[in-house]
Nanobody, 122 residues
Framework: QVQVVESGGGVVQSGGSLRLSCTAS????????MGWFRQAPGREREIVAS?????????YYADPVKGRFTISREKAGNTVHLQMNSLQAEEKAVYYC??????????????WGPGTQDTVSS
């Protein structure tokens, strides 16, 4: 059983910053990649950023967050962080962490966290 748990969500004013953290744990779990997604009210879930555990830790950022958000991972274990700066009101959303297992034959992510609510007040 693999558990994905997010932390660090909260309320911030427009222009402010939040740092999210996420850990995937499981007796035999080894990460291939982890990512952050978000779902705003009335909108579909969208990817925010991702990072690989292989290939030199390659990262991906969605265009709207480039230059403002930074994804990083701990050297040991399966923990990822998302530093979010200059947050805008329209970025109020539930932020989800997802993990892809090393060796997974599936496309997409295998495990998802319950999400953390981030509120950006204008």
């Amino acid at each position: 059983q693999v558990q994905v748990v997010e932390s660090g969500g909260g309320v911030v004013q427009s222009g402010g910053s939040l740092r999210l953290s996420c850990t995937a744990s499981g007796r035999t779990f080894s990460a291939y990649a982890m990512g952050w997604f978000r779902q705003a009210p009335g909108r579909e879930r969208e990817i925010v950023a991702s990072i690989r555990w292989v290939g030199g830790g390659a990262t991906y950022y969605a265009d709207p967050v480039k230059g403002r958000f930074t994804i990083s991972r701990e050297k040991a274990g399966n923990t990822v962080h998302l530093q979010m700066n200059s947050l805008q009101a329209e970025e109020k959303a539930v932020y989800y962490c997802a993990a892809k297992r090393a060796g997974s034959g599936r496309s997409g992510y295998d495990y998802w966290g319950p999400g953390t609510q981030d509120t950006v007040s204008s």
